[in-house]
C-alpha cells in the first residue's frame, strides 16, 4: 500500500511545518508542504493538516487571514467532500475562523502564554483522528499557545467534543475543559496541544502519535 499523502499547509509565519510534516512522516505518511497562496491541492491527498505557529503574525486576531489564503477555499472544499482536516493550535483557530469548526479560541484566562505537558482525557474513540485511543484513557500532550480559550456555541452537542483537559489540567480557561472538538460530519478536528511535539519517546510522551498515527491510517485509502 502507498503510504497515505497527507497536506501541510503553509502559512506565512507559520513555526511548526517542519516539526508537523516530520511527526506525519515518523507515523508513515508522505507529507506534501502546501503554501497558503495555492488554490488546489495536491493530487491523491488523503488528509489536510493546518500546523501550528502564528499565520500572519497573528495580527488582527489568531487565523482571522490566514482564513482568507486560497489554500483555505481549496481545505473547504476538501472537507465539503468528506476530507479529512486537523488543525492544530493555530490551525484550529483558522478553522474556527473559517466557520468549519464551532466555536472561538480567545486569550488565555490568565492572559499568559503557555507552554508545558498537560494530561488530556479522550471523549471519543469512533472518530478518525482517535480511533487508535480508547474512552477514558488519558494522554499527555504539550501545549503552548496564547490565545487557546475555547469558547463553544451555546448549543454544541456533546458528542462534538472529542478531548477534554483532565481535571486540573486546564491551561487557558476553556470552557468544560474543552480541548479539541470535531464538526457534525466528523471529519474536521481541532484541538490546542500538539500532537507533533509528542512522538518521540527520547524527547518525551509519545501520546501524539496515536492521534496522528489514527489520521495517517484513516487517510491511506484515498493512497491506494
Known amino acids: ?16 511545518v517542519d516539526d508537523a510534516a516530520w511527526a506525519l512522516g515518523a507515523v508513515g505518511a508522505d507529507p506534501l508542504l502546501v503554501w497558503h497562496a495555492e488554490s488546489e491541492l495536491p ?19 489568531c487565523g482571522a487571514l490566514a482564513r482568507f489564503s486560497p489554500a483555505m477555499e481549496a481545505v473547504a472544499r476538501f472537507a465539503a467532500d468528506g ?12 478553522l474556527c475562523e473559517a466557520g468549519l469548526l464551532p466555536g472561538v479560541l480567545r486569550p488565555n484566562a490568565s492572559l499568559s502564554f503557555v507552554c508545558r505537558d498537560v494530561e488530556l482525557v479522550v471523549e471519543r474513540d469512533d472518530t478518525p483522528f482517535t480511533s487508535r485511543c480508547q474512552i477514558g484513557q488519558r494522554i499527555t500532550i504539550p501545549v503552548k499557545h496564547g490565545e487557546g480559550c475555547y ?3 451555546p448549543d454544541l452537542p456533546p458528542e462534538q467534543v472529542v478531548l477534554r483537559y483532565a481535571t486540573g489540567q486546564n ?29 518521540d519517546p527520547l524527547l518525551g510522551p509519545a501520546d501524539g502519535s496515536l492521534l496522528l498515527a489514527a489520521l495517517v491510517e484513516a487517510a491511506a485509502p484515498a493512497a491506494v
Open 1 to 16: 500500500m502507498t503510504a497515505a499523502r497527507v497536506a501541510v499547509v503553509v502559512f506565512p509565519g507559520s513555526n511548526d
Open 43 to 61: 493530487r491523491a491527498v488523503g488528509a489536510v493538516v493546518l500546523p501550528g505557529g502564528f499565520s500572519y503574525g497573528d495580527y488582527l486576531r
Open 83 to 94: 476530507g479529512l482536516v486537523l488543525g492544530i493550535c493555530n490551525g484550529f483557530q483558522i
Open 151 to 153: 469558547t463553544p456555541p
Open 171 to 199: 491551561p487557558n480557561g476553556s470552557v468544560d475543559d474543552i480541548a479539541g472538538v470535531v464538526n457534525e460530519r466528523g471529519n474536521v478536528m481541532g484541538l490546542m496541544p500538539h500532537p507533533e511535539h509528542a512522538v
